[in-house]
């Protein structure tokens, strides 16, 4: 089985938040940072500071939770990403060093 990631996130003014779904979160979150896809919506809004992520067992689980947290509403995304990284620094950084 493949394993998943659904992922959050934001610009450096924490204004805008997005939520995707990926198998790779290091290649997925490259790709944000550097800006592979230019008409992308991380892309307009700079959105390239990873603040959330969650693992998944199969790909199915990953789509639902996408779908779940692209439900809810800010607050309930905040506090989600308040209640793992409070000072909602980028997580991608620790992977530098490896």
Known sequence: MTKGYCYILTNKN?????????N??????SEHK???????????YNCNLLVYFEEFDTIKDVFAREKQLKSGNRKRKEDLITSINPD????????QAD
């Open 14 to 22: 924490k204004t805008v938040l997005y939520i995707g779904a990926t």
């Open 24 to 29: 790779d979160l290091r290649r997925r979150t």
């Open 34 to 44: 550097n800006g592979k896809y230019s008409n992308s919506f991380t892309k307009r």
């Open 88 to 95: 909602w620094k980028d997580l991608s950084l620790e992977w």
